[in-house]
C-alpha cells in the first residue's frame, strides 16, 4: 500500500527517472522496470501511478511542457518591452533547467515518437502554439502582424533546430551560443525593418 502524502514525490522521481532513461538510451525503448529501478521504487508501484509505460511516457512529456510553460510566464512577467518578451523566450528556451543534455533528449525522442503516438503529436502541438503565441506577445509590437508571424516561425523552427542540432552531439550544451544564434537572426530581422523605415 502506497504511503500517504508519497505520491507526487513518487510520480515526480518516476518523471525524472524517465528523462534521464531515455536521456541516457536516445528511445523509448526503455521499460517501466528499469525506470522504477531508477526512481527506487518497485515496478508494480509504478504500473500503480501511471497504469501503462505509454501513460508515463504522455506524463513525463506532460511535466516538460508545465515547467516550460510555467518559466515562460515568470520571464514574461520581468519583460517591460516587446522586444525583451521575445528575448525572454528565446532565453528560457535555452535556460539550465530546459537545456540539459537528457531534457534535449527527451524532447528529440518524443518529436520521433509523436510521429506514430496520437497523444504526444497532440502535446507536441501545444507546445508549438505555446511558443508561437508567447513570441508572438513581442513581436507584434516590433513588427506588422503578417511579419510577426513569419519571424515567431522562423525563431521556433531555430529554437527546434537548435534542440536537434545538440541532441546529436556529445558534450554539455552550450546555452549562450545557442541564444545568440537566435538572437542574431531577430537582431537582423530588426535590423532590416528600420533600415525599411
Known amino acids: 500500500m502506497p504511503k500517504v502524502g508519497m505520491e507526487p ?10 528523462i534521464s ?3 541516457e538510451r536516445g528511445s523509448l525503448d526503455v521499460t517501466m522496470s528499469e ?3 531508477r526512481a527506487g521504487v518497485s515496478s508494480a508501484l509504478a504500473h500503480h501511478y501511471f497504469g501503462a509505460k505509454d501513460d508515463l511516457l ?12 510555467a518559466d515562460a510566464r515568470a520571464s514574461l512577467q520581468a519583460a517591460n518591452t516587446p522586444r525583451d518578451r521575445v528575448r525572454a ?17 527527451a524532447w528529440l525522442t518524443f518529436y520521433v515518437a509523436a510521429q506514430k503516438t496520437t497523444a504526444l503529436r497532440r502535446l507536441l502541438r501545444i507546445y508549438a502554439r505555446r511558443l508561437h503565441s508567447n513570441l508572438m506577445s513581442g513581436l507584434v509590437g516590433l513588427m506588422p502582424r503578417p511579419e510577426a508571424e513569419h519571424t515567431a516561425e522562423s525563431i521556433a523552427a ?19 551560443s ?17 533600415r525599411q523605415s
Open 35 to 37: 525506470i522504477a529501478g
Open 89 to 105: 523566450i528565446i532565453a528560457v528556451n535555452f535556460s539550465d533547467k530546459q537545456f540539459r543534455p537528457e531534457t534535449i533528449a
Open 58 to 69: 504522455e506524463a513525463t512529456m506532460r511535466h516538460l511542457l508545465t515547467e516550460l510553460d
Open 158 to 176: 531555430l529554437i527546434d533546430g537548435l534542440y536537434i542540432r545538440r541532441a546529436l552531439r556529445d558534450g554539455t550544451p552550450n546555452a549562450a
Open 21 to 23: 532513461a531515455i536521456g
Open 178 to 194: 545557442a541564444i545568440s544564434l537566435v538572437e542574431d537572426y531577430l537582431n537582423t530581422k530588426l535590423s532590416q525593418r528600420e
Open 9 to 18: 514525490i513518487r510520480r515526480k522521481a518516476l518523471i525524472d527517472a524517465t
